[in-house]
């Protein structure tokens, strides 16, 4: 997968590129679908008040929130994908900074450590992959992220799954 990755209202401390191509490599092992080669994926870490209008114009959300994916393909025209042919683009994420830094803080875990899992919650997101419908969707997309967190050797972000 191609990363178009932009960087506005980040600390420069953290090589957020290098994070991203992490985060993705770790998820596309335990998400195959993850893996093509002609997906094209947009990465955007920005500010609260960005994350908030994106928020607040295509979910109806008044409010900032952490990370936000906005798929392009339909998951079966995902899976359905074939080798050849020109790129395809898979989506956008969003991250917001200030909401990344608070939540991390909270956690008493590294920004680096909660932004990669937010990295991997939103390329599943953009896989096809939900946690709103039912409680059984909940849990694979969060075994899917322990899993993928754990080739990272980063602890389980939700502490009561068996690993």
């Known amino acids: 997968m191609d990363l178009d990755i932009e960087i506005d209202g980040w600390p420069d ?13 770790a998820i596309a092992q335990v ?30 959300k008044d409010k900032p929130t952490n990370v ?4 392009m393909l339909e998951r079966e025209d995902l899976l359905e994908l074939g080798e050849d042919g020109p790129p395809e683009m898979l989506g956008d994420i969003a991250l917001a900074f200030g909401t990344c830094e608070r939540e991390a803080g909270e956690k008493g875990i590294s920004l680096a450590d909660h932004t990669t899992h937010l990295l991997v919650h939103g390329f599943l997101h953009l896989a096809g992959h939900d946690h709103v419908d039912s409680d059984e969707q909940a849990a694979a997309m969060e075994k899917l992220e322990i899993e993928a967190l754990a080739k990272l050797g980063i602890a389980d972000p939700y502490g009561d799954r068996d690993k």
Do not use: I, M, Y
């Not at 080669?37 to 994350?51: A, G, I, P, W």
């Open 68 to 71: 936000l994916s906005f798929p």
């Open 31 to 60: 998400e195959p679908a993850l893996a093509h080669q002609r997906l094209t994926t947009s990465v955007l870490f920005t500010s609260d008040e960005q994350v908030h209008e994106l928020n607040k114009e295509w979910r109806g």
């Open 13 to 25: 401390a953290g090589d957020w590129e290098v994070l991203s191509q992490k985060a993705h490599e």
